[in-house]
């Protein structure tokens, strides 16, 4: 059991949407012909999978295939509608690399902020900064609100920080995604630093080159259940033949 | 209480989210006067003006049977703009930042929280404002800032019990705002923030002091303030009491709906 960082048994979740637009007419035909306005929708259906401690393992599927509301239970950010799950290790996440930030307070404010959401505490980062500072080539930044930075150089700032906090788990959605030749380089410096064997990455990206770099095993999920889990190459040859059928 | 909600308790305690709420608080200071040139002067402003307004208009109705009627006001305005302002605030915390709810694992109530502190700092200016004219009144005590405080942290709980459990409603219906839009708005005259209680029928006076909570909080903060010699004891519990009940009463409300809610937004 020690080397199993997810496990996950059935996990299902359902939202509840509209099934047309809301006015006070409909709501009273409604209440009066006892139909509903709702309906459940089921975005991930009766999901099991086990990863192991120190995999790279890719989320594969199309767009609302389930990938990131699987992401969002296993981070406890939504509750499963049913089934269960366990997740030895202590989460990092980056869905997005502005998610945190403040656009309107300075760079150095800003990787204090990041940081304390990535567990990093002041008195540790304030040793860090100006490395971070130089890593990202931010330091004519350090007293500019973030809204000066570009889209690029808050990625590089985000996965700086990132990296920098002590976890056993990284997941990214979709947050690699567009990124330059740079950023690419950061990302591997960052990753050649880690423990191998100890720290488990979970990555969602619809660029399989950039995955294929990463990852070792893959999941493929189709519409909200897992069609197939196994070696990087053998699931994501078989996802992209099903665009083919 | 199950151990999902347990646990949500326990989060907020962790040095992980102490220090998170802290950086929070400070990026919320460092955003509030960014780019104001006059800063805190603007804290001021309101409530003098309302402070002017009210005591052009009611001094000659009230002001003769109530000693040191400006202080008497500026202490209603005070309390009353603050819980305003608090919840008026918290109502779209959630669907304001639901971005960052769904793409992050920072606890929602620290949106909330974060909400809370810069207000009050503004409290405090403007209860500094309540000191500097009772300094002028020469009826300042120094014992009485020390009570002022547990009833500060009480206000700071109703304001803060109201705000979750409207920032929940807010979720799935939008009108919640418009209502407590006037609600608040009605709140500046159902509390004695010009009068006082015995200037209105004994019914009245009954259902204000029970069924408002913000009128034991005014009684308290103008006894500790103005006549610091007569704090009515049971007032002043009875104002903690509320603080209390709706700070633990929210919070349980937020934790247990929290992530229902945020699917609504």
């Not at chain 1, 089921?42 to 401690?53: A, F, Q, T």
């Not at chain 2, 405090?124 to 009772?134: A, H, K, M, N, Q």
């Amino acid at each position: 059991m020690n080397n199993i960082c997810i496990t996950a048994e059935g996990l299902s979740k359902s939202f509840t949407i509209l099934k047309r637009k809301i006015t006070v007419l409909q709501v009273l035909l409604s209440l009066i012909n006892r139909n509903s306005l709702k309906q459940t929708l089921w975005v991930l259906k009766d999901m099991s999978c086990v990863i192991k401690k120190g995999d790279r393992l890719a989320l594969l599927g199309r767009n609302g295939s389930g990938k990131t509301t699987f992401l969002r239970i296993l981070t406890s950010i939504y509750d499963a509608t049913a089934g269960t799950f366990k997740v030895n290790g202590n989460a990092r996440i980056l869905f997005d690399s502005s998610v945190g930030f403040n656009a309107y307070i300075s760079v150095i404010d800003n990787i204090y902020l990041l940081g304390a959401i990535h567990g990093i505490k002041r008195d540790v980062l304030k040793n860090e900064v100006q490395n971070i500072l130089e890593t990202t080539g931010l330091v004519t930044y350090q007293h500019a609100l973030l809204k000066k930075l570009s889209m690029g150089q808050i990625q590089r700032l985000a996965l700086s920080i990132l990296f920098r906090s002590k976890s056993d788990l990284f997941i990214f959605d979709e947050a690699l995604d567009a990124v330059d030749g740079d950023f690419i380089k950061t990302f591997d410096d960052h990753l050649k630093q880690l423990p191998v064997g100890d720290t488990t990455i979970i990555m969602t990206s619809h660029d399989s080159a950039f995955l294929r770099k990463y990852c070792t095993t893959a999941i493929w999920l189709e519409d909200g259940k897992n069609r197939m889990h196994g070696p990087f190459d053998e699931v994501n040859t078989a996802y992209e033949r099903s665009f083919n059928t | 209480m199950n151990k999902r909600l347990t646990a949500k308790l326990k989060r907020l305690f962790t040095s992980y989210n102490r220090n998170l709420l802290i950086e929070m608080i400070y990026a919320d200071f460092k955003m509030y006067d960014r780019d104001s040139i006059l800063g805190t002067f603007w804290i001021l402003l309101n409530p003098m003006i309302t402070l002017l307004i009210m005591y052009c208009v009611f001094e000659t109705r009230f002001g003769h049977s109530i000693q040191f009627y400006p202080l008497y006001i500026l202490i209603g305005i005070a309390t009353v703009n603050f819980f305003i302002n608090v919840t008026t605030k918290m109502i779209n915390s959630i669907s304001f930042n639901r971005y960052v709810v769904l793409n992050s694992t920072i606890p929602r109530e620290n949106f909330i929280l974060t909400d809370l502190f810069v207000h009050i700092y503004k409290l405090f200016i403007e209860l500094s404002l309540c000191w500097l004219l009772s300094i002028y009144y020469g009826v300042f005590a120094w014992q009485a800032v020390l009570l002022a405080l547990p009833l500060l942290a009480a206000l700071a709980g109703l304001a803060l019990g109201a705000g979750m459990i409207i920032s929940l409603i807010y979720c799935y219906a939008m009108d919640i705002e418009h209502i407590w839009r006037i609600i608040t708005r009605l709140l500046l005259f159902v509390t004695p923030v010009f009068y006082s209680l015995e200037h209105i029928s004994h019914f009245f006076s009954k259902v204000i002091y029970w069924f408002n909570p913000l009128t034991p909080f005014l009684i308290a903060f103008r006894q500790i303030i103005i006549w610091n010699n007569s704090l009515d004891l049971v007032n002043y519990a009875y104002s903690i009491c509320w603080g209390c009940c709706f700070l633990v009463l929210g919070y349980l409300v937020f934790i247990t709906f929290e992530n229902t809610a945020i699917e609504q937004v």
